[in-house]
């Protein structure tokens, strides 16, 4: 057994999954297999059980039971007091577990109810890791923040999605603006991984790091298969460079070399607040950027291996070619050619 590897326990709060993958996704059944998929590209999963009042979902119980998914019976109770008993049950479980079995190192809680914030963070002060799994429309806003990562279901692959009259309509291709954010996430992240470390920061690192910082974040949001398949999409568009690192399949990130096209942009900065100097007062950082690329539509600061058009300017003051100058009454920095 590979001792680097995850050892994964799942638990199912079964009746909120499923009624909210009928109530919130057009009437669709539940499946179980994009789930355990999901699971499985993630580690080994060692434990797996469901909680509800069976008699309720007869066929899902033989769907569940050949993926080897233990089922808990709550005893026939009404409303809230079923619902309270399925909740204590599953938590009272999942820290017995987290306490008798060391050698389980994450754990995948499957609800998107809020009441399982508190059993989220006690797992997590025992040092495991914790995956949430819900249904978008019916998950508290309070739980993916609590979690390392979370997946809403309906954009696991597997999960289709029936349409309806009521659908709501899919949602619209990226635009720039979209992917420019995606990449300043990734650029400032490498970054602070840089400052914080002298190793070489490798893409599965520059993951998790993501993850702490959105465990909502998927790269399937943004029309990437893969964490790679994005990496090598920013790759080929000059913001990061990848080399081979240790371990096949986890490559070194780092940013492109600097060079000629660097100073360029120096120049293209330059020029455009010297001729804004001559038509105003004061040239102010909001909005320059928009000028610049008045005067070249695709210019990007993160291509030089900057995390924002501020850090850019600072670095062309350090060398020289500008001035900032923090305005109080404009709350902006002032910009001058030097």
């Given at each position: 057994m590979n001792a680097d590897e995850e050892r994964i326990a799942l638990f199912l709060d079964y009746e909120n999954l499923a009624i909210g993958a009928r109530d919130e996704l057009g009437g669709m059944e539940f499946d179980f297999k994009p789930i355990a998929e999901a699971l499985a590209e993630r580690g080994r999963v060692v434990s797996r059980r469901a909680y509800a009042d069976w008699s309720m979902f007869d066929e899902d119980r033989r769907?569940?039971?050949?993926?080897?998914?233990?089922?808990?019976?709550?005893?026939?109770?009404?409303?809230?007091?079923?619902?309270?008993a399925a909740d204590i049950k599953m938590a009272v479980d999942a820290v017995e577990l987290a306490f008798e079995r060391g050698y389980v190192t994450t754990f995948v809680i499957c609800t998107g109810d809020s009441d399982f914030t508190p059993l989220v963070h006690k797992l997590r002060e025992l040092n495991k890791r914790v995956i949430g799994v819900g249904v978008r429309a019916s998950t508290s806003a309070l739980l993916p923040a609590a979690c390392d990562e979370f997946l809403f279901y309906e954009d696991l692959e597997g999960v289709e999605m029936r349409s309806s009259p009521d659908a709501t309509e899919p949602a619209k291709a990226e635009t720039g603006d979209d992917v420019e954010t995606l990449a300043g996430l990734i650029v400032r992240t490498l970054g602070g991984l840089q400052r914080s470390s002298s190793d070489a920061v490798l893409a599965s690192s520059l993951k998790r790091a993501i993850l702490r910082k959105d465990p909502t974040f998927s790269e399937a949001h943004h029309g990437f298969r893969t964490f790679g398949e994005l990496l090598r999409y920013l790759d080929n568009e000059g913001t990061i460079e990848m080399s081979e690192g240790?371990?096949?399949?986890?490559?070194?990130?780092?940013?492109?070399?600097?060079?000629?096209?660097?100073?360029?942009?120096?120049?293209?900065?330059?020029?455009?607040?010297?001729?804004?100097?001559?038509?105003?007062?004061?040239?102010?950082l909001s909005g320059l950027k928009n000028q610049v690329?008045?005067?070249?539509?695709?210019?990007?600061?993160?291509?030089?291996?900057?995390?924002?058009?501020?850090?850019f300017c600072k670095a062309a003051s350090t060398k020289g070619l500008i001035e900032l100058t923090w305005d109080e009454a404009e709350s902006d920095y002032v910009v001058k050619v030097a």
């Open positions: 769907m569940l039971t050949k993926s080897h998914v233990e089922l808990i019976e709550i005893p026939q109770r009404m409303g809230a007091v079923r619902k309270n240790p371990a096949k399949g986890d490559p070194v990130v780092d940013f492109p070399a600097r060079g000629s096209g660097e100073q360029q942009a120096f120049d293209l900065l330059v020029s455009v607040v010297s001729d804004l100097q001559k038509r105003n007062d004061a040239v102010l690329r008045k005067r070249q539509a695709d210019f990007s600061e993160k291509r030089y291996g900057y995390g924002g058009f501020l850090q």
